[in-house]
């Protein structure tokens, strides 16, 4: 577990230089090291997400959030299972987002494009219209 926190940070730096199967690699390690971590369940999702492996995103990311609550994964959540397709589940967790961060217009923008991509234009506008005055305000 000591060294868990350094093989995080190679998975970071790895990250920044867009070498995502060395981060994927140092992130899993920090997390077989530490298994209780969100933080680095958080970064290995983040990181299969980046390598266009979405299942896997979401499913380390679900865990994350699972451990954590931290509603800045739930945003996370809600971004990537809107991509996905999964609406439910986007909606489920940009919600979450919504409600902790009231001034962000992003978690609004993200549940307009949800139902923009259902064909509900009405809840659609409502959302972008909510972003809008958000947006205005700041």
């Not at 867009?18 to 298994?35: H, I, M, R, V």
């Amino acid at each position: 577990q000591d060294y868990a926190p350094v093989y995080y940070s190679l998975g970071l730096v790895y990250t920044r230089l867009g070498n995502y199967p060395q981060a994927e690699s140092a992130f899993a390690k920090a997390l077989e090291l530490d298994k209780a971590s969100p933080e680095y369940r958080w970064a290995l999702g983040l990181t299969y997400y980046q390598e266009m492996n979405i299942q896997k995103a979401i499913e380390y990311l679900e865990s994350a959030y699972s451990i954590s609550k931290d509603p800045k994964i739930a945003l996370e959540l809600g971004i990537i299972s809107r991509k996905a397709g999964e609406y439910g589940k986007a909606l489920k967790y940009l919600d979450i987002a919504v409600k902790s961060f009231p001034d962000d217009p992003a978690p609004l923008e993200n549940i307009a494009l949800v139902y923009e991509n259902q064909g509900l234009y009405n809840f659609a506008k409502e959302y972008w219209q909510k972003a809008l005055k958000l947006e205005n305000m700041a």
